[in-house]
């Protein structure tokens, strides 16, 4: 299977701030790649597919680049409700993988 | 809109056999593969499995192979998640999920809630 790693695994944020996260695989998925947002103790959503379009009803300060191995997530002026963790999801492989998961907190 | 609702989850012993349903409305079920995702307590998520549209072509998680098993039933909107002989390392939310996109640009779109499996003795 392909590997997904994460990076930072938890960040503490302020409300207005920027925050990056990076997803690495193990070998080049192009840009078969997806962002999903989890809050405790509800299922997943979707906010970007494709590496870098956004979803339908996602805000607009949430995007992604990338293509190969190498993936940035960016949220940009962080709202109270963007307080959750994050995963990145390769689709390449026909055995799909997530990463291992971001926590983004309150500082 | 589209709703997916697992059942099937509860506490179970170790070495027994479980089988999950998901229930599908909203959208036409026979059009779309459906993917099972869990979720340990305080973990990630991990990928298990996925069936296509008509049923025949499934994959699994390399980990998953030869204890799980997804089917569906278009005629009932259903999929389905069997596993056997558990283990207290099966223990996790179990999520439905759809498939959408297109076969070239993937992406799983709407979720369930999910439900539980305690795997104990």
């Known amino acids: 299977d392909i590997q997904m790693t994460q990076s930072p695994s938890s960040l503490s944020a302020s409300v207005g701030d920027r925050v990056v996260i990076t997803c690495q695989a193990t070998?080049?998925?192009?840009?078969?790649l997806n962002w999903y947002q989890q809050k405790p103790g509800k299922a997943p959503k979707l906010l970007i597919y494709?590496?870098?379009n956004l979803e339908a009803g996602v805000p607009s300060r949430f995007s992604g680049s990338g293509s190969g191995t190498d993936f940035v997530f960016t949220i940009n002026n962080l709202q109270p409700e963007d307080f959750a963790t994050y995963y990145c999801?390769?689709?390449?492989?026909?055995?799909?993988?997530f990463g291992p998961g971001t926590r983004v907190d309150i500082k | 809109q589209v709703q997916l609702a697992e059942s099937g989850g509860g506490v179970v012993q170790p070495g027994t056999s479980l089988r999950l349903s998901c229930a599908a409305s909203?959208?036409?079920?026979?059009?779309?593969?459906m993917h099972w995702v869990r979720q340990a307590p305080g973990k990630g998520l991990e990928w298990v499995a996925v069936?296509?549209?008509?049923?025949?072509?499934?994959f699994y998680a390399d980990s998953m192979r030869g204890r799980f098993t997804i089917s569906r039933d278009n005629s009932r909107n259903t999929v389905y998640l069997e596993i056997n002989n558990l283990r207290t390392e099966d223990t996790a939310v179990y999520f439905c999920?759809?498939?959408?996109?297109?076969?070239?640009?993937?992406?799983?779109?709407?979720w369930g809630q999910g439900t539980l499996v305690i795997v104990s003795s």
């Open positions: 999801q390769q689709y390449d492989n026909l055995r799909r993988t």
């Open positions: 909203g959208f036409i079920f026979s059009h779309y593969g």
């Open positions: 069936i296509w549209y008509d049923g025949i072509t499934k």
């Open positions: 070998e080049d998925i192009t840009h078969h």
């Open positions: 494709d590496a870098s």
């Open positions: 999920a759809r498939w959408g996109g297109s076969a070239i640009v993937e992406k799983i779109d709407h």
